[in-house]
């Protein structure tokens, strides 16, 4: 018959305290296996619509897997920064992007690397002043005609334009 107190006798005790820990080793490795390869999935795989976020110029891995996250996009940001560092290059575009919470991670990081949605293409006929130029902008953007002057007398961004 067995009795539990023989576990812990002299002889029994080290190989018990080692199939504890043994044991507790594995369960913590199954379920960091699991709780990542469900990260790696799609949020929604039935959810087919697909939301717009802005990725800002100088955004690093975690910093872009903290914006997909607050749009629900990647169940971890942790987790895509390390997948993004160990499978792909690190080469994100920055940019406006169309991504589904349908997608998984690898799809995500490939549009992420391909780069944003397509610019609105319009005219400015040479000579035009700021303020029409913004008046332009406006009605062929969602940016209102005060963002646009905004940003364009902001010299950080004149800067960063100019050395793209």
Do not use: W
């Not at 780069?115 to 040479?126: H, K, L, S």
């Not at 029409?132 to 800067?159: G, N, R, T, W």
């Amino acid at each position: 018959m067995f009795h539990f107190k023989n576990l812990f006798q002299d002889g029994n005790k080290k190989k018990t305290i080692l199939t504890v820990i043994i044991v507790c080793l594995l369960i913590i490795i199954a379920s960091g296996y699991l709780y990542i390869h469900s990260a790696l999935k799609a949020v929604n795989p039935h959810h087919q619509t697909e939301k717009r976020i802005e990725i800002p110029t100088g955004s690093n891995v975690l910093k872009i897997g903290t914006i997909l996250k607050e749009h629900h996009l990647i169940k971890n940001p942790y987790v895509f920064a390390f997948y993004a560092r160990l499978h792909h290059d690190e080469n994100f575009q920055a940019g406006t992007f169309e991504l589904s919470t349908a997608m998984t991670l690898d799809e995500i990081v490939q549009r992420l690397q391909k780069g944003g949605i397509a610019a609105i293409e319009f005219t400015i006929p040479e000579g035009t002043q700021i303020d029409e130029i913004a008046a332009i902008v406006s009605k062929h953007s969602s940016y209102s005609q005060q963002q646009f002057l905004k940003q364009v007398d902001d010299p950080k961004f004149i800067q960063l334009m100019i050395h793209k």
